[in-house]
């Protein structure tokens, strides 16, 4: 599976981003799909995940409330719709296709195929 994640840019503290992830090569509706970020300087960290037909997501305690991950498996897209965006949030932020599971996971170690990563910047 091949991972292409777009939609990253600058905005200010209060502003809103829809990372996109189109994904080729494979049966996209077969995968449990993740969005990670990774700050300078830190761990690549779990924000959101989604089952293979949307059914279960989960969040990082973080983002619970401000963002959205949902997917259309017709157009093999994962999206992360960030809202109320904060300068913690800024990140290069990765797409990534479980290996292992349909369902949803958090763990990095479960994401067999990882995007390029999109750069988000929330200035304040």
């Known amino acids: 599976v091949q991972l292409q994640a777009s939609g990253g840019g600058l905005v200010q503290a209060g502003g809103s981003l829809r990372l996109s992830c189109v994904a080729s090569?494979?049966?996209?509706?077969?995968?449990?799909m993740g969005w990670f970020r990774q700050a300078p300087g830190k761990e690549r960290e779990f924000v959101a995940a989604?089952?293979?037909?949307?059914?279960?997501?989960s969040y990082t305690d973080s983002v619970k409330g401000r963002f959205t991950i949902s997917r259309d498996n017709s157009k093999s897209t994962v999206y992360l719709r960030m809202n109320s965006l904060i300068p913690e949030d800024t990140a290069v932020y990765y797409c990534?296709?479980?290996?292992?599971?349909?369902?949803?996971?958090?763990?990095?170690?479960?994401?067999?195929?990882w995007g390029q990563g999109t750069q988000v910047t929330v200035s304040s």
């Open positions: 090569g494979r049966t996209f509706s077969g995968y449990g």
């Open positions: 989604i089952s293979w037909n949307g059914g279960s997501t």
């Open positions: 990534a296709a479980n290996g292992f599971s349909a369902g949803v996971s958090s763990t990095k170690s479960s994401y067999r195929y």
